[in-house]
T-cell receptor, first 112, second 111 residues
Framework: SQQGEEDPQALSIQEGENATMNCSYKTSINNLQWYRQNSGRGLVHLILIRSNEREKHSGRLRVTLDTSKKSSSLLITASRAADTASYFCATEGDSGYSTLTFGKGTMLLVSP | GAGVSQSPSNKVTEKGKDVELRCDPISGHTALYWYRQSLGQGLEFLIYFQGNSAPDKSGLPSDRFSAERTGGSVSTLTIQRTQQEDSAVYLC?????????FGPGTRLTVT
């Protein structure tokens, strides 16, 4: 079963605007990761935030994690047409396994 | 170095036939994962190999699905007696620590 649920399912913005995607999950986690997928093929890792972290930055990406609300957000600032892709959150549980549970993703469209 | 590779990139097969999908992980990565992604959906976990430990097969949808990993490196996912609902992109990933590195996937179409 899928634990992460992204919101919104689809997002359409103009170049230069910021894009915010949210992810909610159900069980305790070791970390939460965001991945990007172009054209329905391989995923690319974007950023990982651990359960004891609240915010993390990487270039134009900013991720927040609220473990009390079991939610995370991914902010892409100053978006570009090349950011058009599907974005997935994935959680690694704290049970000792290293498998990831993925949500259904947010499809982001950035128009020039 | 080389990333995760998968072959074939596309496979069309007739219902009832068996198929084998191959994954070459990044050298030195101890963990290997198989996922399935149906059109417009998230990733569904299938199976996980970690070192020499027994694999976690909890995600395999039926006994028609099996996977093996030889010598702690290359993995093969086998689907026997394929059904139309098996049509999907099958993704392989490997990792050493937390982050997973994905291959480009194999798009399987069962006609």
């Amino acid at each position: 079963s899928q634990q992460g649920e992204e919101d919104p399912q689809a997002l359409s913005i103009q170049e230069g605007e910021n894009a915010t995607m949210n992810c909610s999950y159900k069980t305790s986690i070791n970390n939460l990761q965001w991945y990007r997928q172009n054209s329905g093929r391989g995923l690319v890792h974007l950023i990982l935030i651990r359960s004891n972290e609240r915010e993390k930055h990487s270039g134009r990406l900013r991720v927040t994690l609220d473990t009390s609300k079991k939610s995370s957000s991914l902010l892409i600032t100053a978006s570009r047409a090349a950011d058009t892709a599907s974005y997935f959150c994935a959680t690694e549980g704290d049970s000792g396994y290293s498998t990831l549970t993925f949500g259904k993703g947010t499809m982001l469209l950035v128009s020039p | 170095g080389a990333g995760v590779s998968q072959s074939p990139s596309n496979k069309v097969t007739e219902k009832g036939k068996d198929v084998e999908l191959r994954c070459d992980p990044i050298s030195g990565h101890t963990a290997l994962y198989w996922y399935r992604q149906s059109l417009g959906q998230g990733l569904e976990f299938l199976i996980y190999f970690q070192g020499n430990s027994a694999p976690d097969k909890s995600g395999l949808p039926s006994d028609r699905f099996s996977a093996e990993r030889t010598g702690g490196s290359v993995s093969t996912l086998t689907i026997q007696r394929t059904q139309q609902e098996d049509s999907a992109v099958y993704l392989c990933a490997s990792s050493l620590f937390d982050r997973q590195y994905f291959g480009p996937g194999t798009r399987l179409t069962v006609t």
